[in-house]
């Protein structure tokens, strides 16, 4: 994929999955929403959620984001797709800061104002996953 398909990916509103490793090592994946800034992979969660506590005990963390196109005349769907593995830093959204802005690349509309004051209440964790590698490929 090119540098531009790839930042327009990044920029739809559709979630990221992010994989975390259990005690045993088993992959969790939950969908999150995120921003991608300045080379990094930005998420925020509820600071008690169960990725967090894995992320805690260990840090590495693999990320994909895609969209597929709808069904051709041919019954092929074009799928451009990013992932991405690294180490997460995990901080605190001091002021919400981080849910605000990444509220606002998905939230849209007359409900847009209350979504964030809401999701900005909430004790919240920044996941910051700078990818060591990252993969960029698109099919059919």
């Known amino acids: 994929m090119s540098q531009t398909e790839i930042d ?6 559709v979630p990221a999955r992010l994989a975390t490793l259990d005690r045993h090592g088993f992959p ?3 969908p999150l929403w995120f ?3 300045d080379g990094a992979f930005y998420l925020t969660s509820i600071a008690d959620r169960p990725h967090l506590r894995r992320l805690r005990r260990d840090a590495r963390a693999g990320l994909c984001v895609d969209a597929e196109q709808p069904e051709r005349g041919d019954g092929q769907r074009r799928n451009h797709q990013v992932r991405a593995i ?13 849910t605000r802005r990444i509220t606002e690349k998905y939230v849209h509309g ?6 964030i004051r809401r999701r900005v209440a909430d004790e ?15 099919s059919v």
């Not at 327009?8 to 509103?13: G, K, S, V, Y």
């Not at 690294?86 to 981080?98: I, K, M």
């Not at 919240?124 to 990252?134: H, N």
């Open 28 to 30: 969790h994946v939950t």
């Open 110 to 115: 007359p409900a847009r104002d209350e979504q």
């Open 124 to 138: 919240r964790v920044v996941i910051c996953l700078r990818p060591e590698r990252m993969l960029a490929v698109a």
């Open 8 to 13: 327009e990916l990044l920029a739809l509103d």
């Open 35 to 37: 921003r991608w800034e």
């Open 86 to 98: 690294g180490r997460a830093a995990l901080f605190a959204d001091r002021e919400g800061e981080w």
